[in-house]
């Protein structure tokens, strides 16, 4: 099973960017997926995850700024992120987990990461 993340690149402050990611292989179930950020220097850290139910997390200081949906169809997770300020720069990684085995256990997979620069 694989991530594939998409969306990322330079904008200025006040834009806006989508970032995409789905998982792709055969025989899996998805769980929970969310995006983490980690700028340099720095700690991954959650942004904001959502469940398969579709309940959602988001860290304090983007909340009404970035809006997380998924497609549970499609195993594709969404991050809209508006308003973007350059402390939103970093590298933003796609996180689920993911079972193999019919939903016995859950594992988690990551992505590669994508890049979003916001310039002041």
């Known amino acids: 099973v694989q991530l594939q993340a998409s969306g990322g690149g330079l904008v200025q402050a006040g834009g806006s960017l989508r970032l995409s990611c789905a998982a792709s292989?055969?025989?899996?179930?998805?769980?929970?997926m969310g995006w983490y950020r980690q700028a340099p220097g720095e700690q991954r850290e959650l942004v904001a995850d959502?469940?398969?139910?579709?309940?959602?997390n988001y860290v304090d200081s983007r909340k009404g700024r970035f809006t997380i949906s998924r497609d549970s169809a499609k195993n594709t997770v969404y991050l809209q992120m508006n308003s973007l300020k350059p402390e939103d720069s970093g590298v933003y990684y796609c996180?689920?987990?993911?079972?193999?085995?019919?939903?016995?256990?859950?594992?988690?997979?990551w992505g590669k990461g994508t890049l979003v620069t916001v310039s002041s």
């Open positions: 996180n689920a987990d993911i079972s193999t085995d019919g939903g016995i256990k859950f594992h988690d997979y």
């Open positions: 292989g055969s025989r899996f179930r998805v769980n929970t």
């Open positions: 959502i469940t398969r139910g579709g309940k959602i």
